[in-house]
């Protein structure tokens, strides 16, 4: 496997367009998965400078397997949210773990934030478990605090430091 983490380009938007509009994925996302590709190649245009977002593709010897993405960046308070998909047909395959230490890498060694945290659905407990073997720790239960089929759904927020993962001695960075 020689996966690593690309800047998301604009060829990239209809692989992420293929998968924020499909139901199984978007369902740990709380987001309906009705986007259309030219809204994306709209916000994708706007966001093109936006320091506050870091966005990627897993690519894996040129196969788009996911995308990762760091967003609400806070360079006064040093952190951000992380959000990955990987994509259902390399599920299963160490792509996640792989992606999340590589984002994790480029947050704290070339961003240099303190603190990388994540919204996650708690009956997704597989998730909880890839997160909890990366670092990410449990920092709180938000409960009722998205709305999807038809029911208020709890999550855990989850976040790990820069401290704890350079004493880890996580493998530096593999985006750019």
């Not at 990955?84 to 230490?101: D, F, L």
């Amino acid at each position: 496997m020689t996966c690593g983490l690309r800047t998301l380009e604009r060829a990239d938007l209809p692989f992420v367009h293929a998968l924020f509009n499909d139901p199984a994925v978007m369902r740990y996302w709380f987001v309906e998965p009705t986007h259309s590709l030219a809204a994306m190649e709209d916000r994708y245009g706007a966001r093109l400078h936006d320091e506050s977002e870091r966005r990627f593709v897993i690519d894996d010897a040129g196969r788009r397997c996911g995308i990762v993405e760091l967003v609400g960046i806070d360079l006064r308070h040093r952190h951000a949210e992380f959000q990955i998909i990987v994509a259902p047909e390399y599920q299963g395959h160490g792509y996640a773990g792989i992606a999340t230490r590589a984002a994790l890498g480029y947050a704290f060694r070339i961003l240099n934030l303190h603190k990388v945290f994540l919204l996650v659905d708690e009956l997704d407990e597989a998730a909880v478990h890839i997160y909890g073997k990366h670092g990410f720790r449990t920092e709180g239960v938000l409960r009722e605090e998205y709305f999807a089929d038809g029911a208020y759904r709890d999550v855990i927020r989850m976040a790990v430091y820069q401290r704890d993962f350079l004493a880890a001695g996580e493998p530096g960075p593999a985006a750019g």
